[in-house]
């Protein structure tokens, strides 16, 4: 899986930069997180991992609290998650994942932005052939054998393993029902989770010339800017 962890790595570089659009993104995982599971992170291990993915976003501690509280308020409506499936220009596969309120202006953003920039929107599960999705883990590597963390891992549902040279970490991946039992077993052998979460990973990439991949990073920028949007995934190289 080396050219998907690559395609990971590049693709988080940018979007993790994005301070302000990183922090509205964990405070609707965590609304969405206390709305299933309730706000006490001890019992609620979905809740625990996103706690741990602001940690690792630099996200203060205060505002933090500041979202399990306002979730656990009546008033704080829920958000749902929506993802939607399209094509930009180049032929290239896009799966956009939101987090709204509101279906109908969501949907009609997205609708505008692909209109506007050459893409198209495509109907719900056309593309689930060109993605896999992962259960994504990172843990620091020193003092920990890969090859024996590895073997461990099978019996929970982890597939993979890749060394992150730049951070020094090991990254995870696992099949994407194998989230909660991947993460028991991390916390019961007392690994420091840096990082928890899902990825959808594509299983074929296409190249495309300077320009054409100019006009597709347009498209993506323009969706990754809407307040509604979580993720963007895509298959180009």
């Known amino acids: 899986m080396g050219r998907a962890f690559e395609y990971r790595k590049a693709r988080k570089m940018k979007r993790w930069g994005q301070m302000a659009k990183t922090f509205t993104r964990i405070g609707k995982d965590i609304v ?11 019992v609620n291990g979905r809740l625990r991992a996103i706690i741990q993915n602001a940690k690792a976003a630099n996200m203060p501690k205060e505002n933090v609290d500041r979202a399990i509280k306002k ?13 939607y499936e399209a094509y ?9 994942e939101t987090a709204t309120d509101n279906h ?11 209109n506007k920039l050459g893409g198209s929107l495509g109907t719900q599960g056309m593309l689930d052939f060109m ?3 992962k259960s994504v883990f ?3 590597a020193d003092g920990i054998d890969q090859e024996e963390l590895e073997l461990e891992l099978i019996d929970v549902g982890g597939d993979d393993i890749e060394l992150d040279d730049e951070t020094n970490q090991y990254v ?11 993460q028991k077993f991390l916390e019961e052998k007392a690994y420091e989770i840096k990082q928890a979460e899902f990825e959808r990973i594509p299983n074929d ?3 495309l010339t300077d320009d054409e991949v100019a006009d597709v990073e347009k498209l993506i920028e323009r969706i990754e800017e809407d307040d509604d949007v979580q993720m963007v995934y895509h298959n180009m190289k």
């Open 88 to 96: 930009a220009p180049h032929g290239i596969a896009l799966v956009i």
């Open 104 to 114: 109908n202006r969501t949907v009609a953003n997205v609708r505008s932005y692909l």
């Open 205 to 207: 990439f296409k190249e």
């Open 138 to 140: 990172r843990i620091p």
């Open 131 to 133: 993605f896999d999705r």
């Open 71 to 83: 979730a656990s308020s009546k008033d704080q409506e829920d958000y749902k998650e929506i993802v």
């Open 32 to 42: 969405m997180a206390v709305k299933s599971g309730g706000p006490d992170p001890d």
């Open 172 to 182: 995870i991946y696992g099949e994407f029902t194998a989230f909660g039992s991947i």
